[in-house]
C-alpha cells in the first residue's frame, strides 16, 4: 500500500503544484478511506485495491487540480484547508 499511496500521491503533485507531498498524501489516503468506507456502508461487496484506485484516480483527474481551494467543514480534510 505504501508504494501505491506514494505514487498516486505523487501523481496528484503532478496536477496541482500548490500540494506538498504531504498535503498530496493526505489528500490520497483521505480519498482512499472514505471510497472503501462509502462502499462498505452502502453495502457493496469489497471491489479491491484496483477498484479504489481506479476511482482515486478519477478523481485525482477531475479534482486535482483545485483541491487546494477545498472548503470543509470535516475534521478529516480541515488540516489541509491552506490559511489565507
Do not use: C
Amino acid at each position: 500500500m505504501e508504494d501505491r499511496f506514494d505514487r498516486l500521491a505523487r501523481v496528484l503533485m503532478s496536477k496541482n503544484e500548490h500540494l506538498t507531498y504531504d498535503d498530496a498524501r493526505s489528500w490520497i489516503e483521505g480519498l482512499w478511506e472514505d471510497f472503501e468506507s462509502s462502499r462498505a456502508r452502502a453495502g457493496y461487496k469489497y471491489g479491491g485495491k484496483n477498484k479504489t484506485e481506479e476511482m482515486v484516480v478519477q478523481w485525482i483527474n477531475s479534482f486535482g487540480p483545485k483541491l487546494h481551494e477545498y472548503e470543509t467543514t470535516n475534521p478529516k480534510f480541515k488540516h489541509l484547508k491552506k490559511k489565507k
